[in-house]
């Protein structure tokens, strides 16, 4: 792979990292949607942040996933409806508190999720495999420097079941109160 030619301003320079990570950011977008591509017409990209946070967090009741979504709870209640309606989410009663009522992943769901997931970790397995060693060690410190700057918790191992969080602050808090 032929080296890059450094920006004006070199690896300090604020503005050409912001540039690289932006452009880094586009690639994974575009990896994001394309991930969604086979579920498309029955989940959009928010309803698939809301399917993560029912697997990452489990039964969650609707104001504590609209807080972790940072939404309001009308619109959460208009997105569960719509995930309960395509079989990916179900209600039950808290067994705690008959009163209240606790969101969760159906079996489908928790499938979507998994699918999803998997596709997304083989097309980024596929770029980073068309880096050099050197590139790969670089990128691991670069992105994990990066991602503790700002408050994001480490991707899981390949082989732990639990899918990782979009990236969204309140996933993030959620998981450092845990």
Known sequence: MPEREMPIGGLDDVDA???AVLAASRLLVA???RSLA??????????FRMLMVLATRGATKLVAL?????VAP???MRMVDRLIAAGLADRQTNPDNRRETLLRLTDEGRRTVENVSARRR????AIVERLEPRQRAALVEALTAFSEAGGEPLAPAPDDPQPHPLGWAADVTAARDA
């Open 31 to 33: 990896v994001s949607a």
């Open 122 to 125: 083989t097309e980024v397995a």
């Open 74 to 76: 009308s619109t959460a």
């Open 38 to 47: 086979e579920v498309e017409e029955r989940v959009t990209l928010p309803q």
């Open 17 to 19: 990292v912001t540039g």
């Open 66 to 70: 609209a807080d972790h979504l940072q």
